[in-house]
């Protein structure tokens, strides 16, 4: 619970942005993912609660209740793990497990 950096915080807004277009944007994916525009892959993810509404601790609580990847359900709560879209890890692991290789990215 302690602030450490307080003016060096960011918003809720800022750190979507810098987990999704600004990270697509670093790997030179900007045109086809990152945002849900037409023409681009549909990767999103439904989640519990709003993180732009909850309070900043409870950010930390909030459940992805399902990921979508390139417009296809990928993975529900309380479905049963299969395998990265890539086809090398399972689903249980964090998707960034995945080698550099793989087109999921997070």
Not at 43 to 51: G, I, Q, T
Not at 63 to 75: A, H
């Amino acid at each position: 619970g302690q602030v450490i950096g307080a003016a060096q915080r960011v918003s809720a807004a800022q750190a979507l942005r810098a987990l999704t277009y600004n990270g697509a944007y670093q790997n030179f994916e900007e045109a086809e993912r990152g945002s849900l525009e037409v023409g681009k892959f549909a990767d999103l993810a439904v989640l519990s609660d709003n993180p732009l509404t909850v309070p900043a601790m409870a950010i930390k609580d909030i459940q992805v209740l399902e990921t979508v990847f390139e417009g296809k359900p990928w993975r529900r709560v309380g479905g049963r793990p299969g395998a990265c879209p890539c086809g090398r890890i399972p689903l249980h692991l964090p998707v960034n497990s995945c080698d550099s290789a793989c087109r999921l990215r997070v």
